[in-house]
């Protein structure tokens, strides 16, 4: 399971592994000075790397939302298409007229 870390809007889940690691070497002081910094990196690093992936998420969900907007949008102008197409070729129909009135 993992830990929320609060940011300004944002939980930032770090894992569980991580938190029990930054936990254990709290309890040793001669390993714990040594070791803060780079840990404090790590959690940095892990930081930006959820900010990453929050932020694709954000990209991927609104590239769902456009292509199906765009789907919608196309399927409206096939029937459109298809309407006119239909009209045009009524209005075809409709200028030919009968065979004998032709020939007059």
């Known amino acids: 399971m993992a830990t929320p870390i609060q940011q ?3 939980i ?3 894992p569980q592994e991580f938190t ?3 936990e254990g070497i709290e309890q040793y002081p001669l390993i714990r000075d040594k070791l ?3 840990i404090d990196r790590l959690e ?3 930081r ?3 900010h990453r992936i929050h932020a694709v998420q954000d990209v991927v969900d609104q590239l769902q939302l ?3 907007y765009l789907l919608f949008d196309l399927e409206a102008t096939r029937g459109e298409r298809d309407e006119y197409r239909r009209f045009w070729q009524d209005l075809q129909d ?8 032709q020939e007059q």
Not at 94 to 101: K, L, R, S, T, V
């Open 94 to 101: 409709q200028d030919e007229g009968p065979e004998d009135w």
């Open 36 to 38: 803060r910094s780079r």
């Open 8 to 10: 300004p809007g944002k």
């Open 66 to 68: 456009d292509i199906k």
């Open 12 to 14: 930032i889940w770090l």
């Open 44 to 46: 940095q690093f892990i």
């Open 20 to 22: 029990d690691l930054k």
């Open 48 to 50: 930006l790397q959820v």
